[in-house]
């Protein structure tokens, strides 16, 4: 367990503002912070900065804590490497105790693991063994150069090679299914997941091997197989290349569809292409990308699976602000063989002559509906209306409408008229959905969607949220509190469990702070007080207002079912009369 002590050596170092704002473009509103939420996709902030208390709470996806849990969301991290992430960035060394955290442990161990199988690869792939892994990426026209430095490697066709070898350098075989470089049958007999194929490590931003992607020599199938999720590694989560793309002095990101492409587009003098990890594009690699550039060009291949990964990745990177371009390739399926044909200064010119992403969504309607026809008139401009209603830069539609008006002899005035109508009802439909996923707290605030025991109690939760608000706010409430209702009387389990943490750690004489709660609290329950306390930091409430939320949690204990009341003696039956009319008073 990490002490206490350097969690409050950690909070006086660590400055919220300074680790969020790499995440998201905060703005100061008056004593807090808000922008553009990273944990979801929105056009509105609803991302709020509470310097004050080093917390931070978004009203529209629920999403709340401290510093410690923002890291462990936005890094995907557990709390002891969230820590040891802040530590590394103060400078502070962990302490000892820490470095015994058992997953903490096997995930340093499985990053070791991989990058020792890295060196394998490779070292594999300049032997003889690797003669066919090394002819194939030559005739794919890498150098050594490039092959050096993006690590690439061969898997020889061998059952067990790897896993002999990482044998020798003292790796165990759950180390190895942990870090997926090899399966087991069903027969119980483990052999390499990764043989006759060519090898592509995936390295994170911190430097780190974190996982595989393997290109197979013959026609077996799959043609890329990548490695499966670990400890260490999530597809959905990283990108290729990035390692090396982040430090680009060029003023944009380029996507690419898979690794050859990228390394193509690295080999021929663009250090700022990455790709995704043989998945289409995610939320999550989008919101990373837009922590690195405000610009990106999505070079896909120009089939029909490239045009529609496209489409679906200017929608995500519409969410995030990033300005998105598109690369036409011209006469070449994808960049990798665009560069081979016509050289790396051509390539630039193509880049730069990009066009953006509304543009490039316009010539598509073009194509579909070639508007020299009054049936394709018809068809591009229904198509064209929907696009321009869904671009939230109003001058940017404005500009196109009048564009497209002018070449096709419309009105414009008719055509303003149905994007307005399809924005409004567009509007509509968003906000019946927004109201349907946030009805909780009978407030328009996410913090315990589809609670069904919640929503059983709800007057005595919302007494319970005061309480526990009541109770951070006010610790010293602590004895007073704990002598007039106990965490096993609370109505619902949720509450149940933090008010249980609070009075635990009030009474042995540790903080409340939240950067201390983050240890012991998950990151649902720091969501939850998170939530607390943002809609809390206007009022303090006293300590009879805080019994006074205790006694309408109390109701629910004195409450019975017909069934129970039927059941009483006389005796029973009096007392609880009794006690009803207690709680009147």
């Not at 483990?190 to 290109?215: A, E, K, T």
Request: glycine letters at 6%; one cysteine or more; aromatic letters at 8%.
């Amino acid at each position: 367990m990490i002490p206490d002590s350097f969690i409050e050596e950690l909070k006086n170092r660590c400055d919220i503002e300074s680790i969020v704002s790499p995440y998201t473009n905060l703005k100061r509103t008056g004593r807090n912070l808000k922008g553009l939420c990273p944990f979801h996709s929105e056009k509105t902030p609803s991302f709020v900065v509470y310097p004050e208390n080093g917390s931070f709470f978004c009203f529209g996806c629920g999403a709340g804590g401290d510093i410690v849990t923002f890291v462990r969301m936005a890094e995907h991290l557990e709390y002891t490497e969230a820590i040891r992430f802040l530590a590394q960035k103060t400078g502070m060394p962990m302490p000892e105790d820490a470095e015994n955290d058992q997953t903490a442990k096997l995930k340093v161990r499985i990053l070791e693991l991989n990058r020792e199988a890295a060196r394998f690869f490779h070292a594999t792939l300049i032997s003889p063994k690797g003669a066919k892994g090394l002819q194939y990426l030559r005739s794919r026209g890498l150098s050594d150069k490039t092959i050096r430095r993006f690590g690439l490697g061969y898997a020889p066709e061998e059952w067990d090679a790897l896993k002999k070898h990482l044998l020798a350098k003292g790796f165990t075989e759950y180390e190895m299914l942990e870090a997926a470089v090899i399966r087991k049958s069903e027969k119980g007999r483990s052999y390499d997941q990764f043989r006759d194929r060519v090898m592509f490590p995936i390295i994170d931003l911190r430097g780190g091997v974190i996982g595989f992607g393997g290109r197979i020599m013959g026609d077996g199938r799959p043609k890329y197989l990548n490695s499966a999720d670990t400890p260490v590694f999530k597809k959905s989560r990283g990108l290729f290349a990035m390692n090396l793309a982040k430090a680009t002095k060029q003023p944009r990101l380029m996507l690419c569809e898979g690794y050859m492409d990228a390394i193509s587009v690295h080999q021929a003098g663009f250090d700022n292409a990455v790709a995704t990890l043989g998945t289409a594009l995610t939320a999550e690699q989008a919101r990373l990308i837009a922590q690195y550039t405000q610009e990106v060009v999505i070079c896909y291949d120009s089939d029909e699976a490239g045009q529609k990964a496209t489409a679906r990745a200017n929608q995500l990177f519409e969410q995030t602000g990033v300005k998105v371009r598109v690369l036409s390739i011209p006469d070449a399926k994808d960049p990798d063989e665009y560069i081979k044909k016509f050289g790396a200064a051509r390539f630039n010119k193509l880049v730069e002559e990009s066009s953006n992403s509304t543009e490039y969504a316009i010539e598509k309607i073009r194509r579909k509906f070639p508007p020299d026809t009054d049936d394709g008139r018809v068809g591009f401009l229904k198509e064209f209306c929907i696009l321009m209603s869904r671009i939230p830069n109003r001058v940017e539609a404005d500009y196109y409408l009048g564009k497209t008006a002018s070449e096709l002899n419309v009105s414009r005035e008719a055509m303003t008229s149905q994007v307005d109508s399809l924005r409004r009802r567009s509007q509509k439909k968003e906000q019946k959905k927004f109201d349907s996923d946030l009805k909780i707290y009978g407030q328009d605030v996410p913090a315990a969607r589809q609670d069904l025991q919640r929503s059983a109690n709800m007057r005595y939760a919302l007494a319970e949220d005061k309480l526990i608000a009541a109770l951070l706010k006010n610790p010293d409430y602590g004895r007073k509190l704990s002598e007039k209702i106990k965490p096993e009387q609370f109505a619902t389990d949720f509450n149940k469990g933090i008010y249980s943490i609070l009075l635990e750690r009030i009474n042995s004489g540790r903080s409340l702070d939240m950067i201390s709660l983050s240890s012991e609290l998950s990151i649902e329950q720091m969501n939850r007080i998170s939530y607390l306390l943002a809609t809390a930091s206007q009022s303090n409430p006293s300590l009879e207002q805080a019994q006074q939320y205790a006694d309408i949690i109390l109701e629910k204990q004195r409450q019975r079912t017909n069934e129970q009341v039927g059941s009483m003696n006389e005796q029973q039956l009096r007392e609880y009369i009794e006690q009803l009319a207690a709680g009147k008073k």
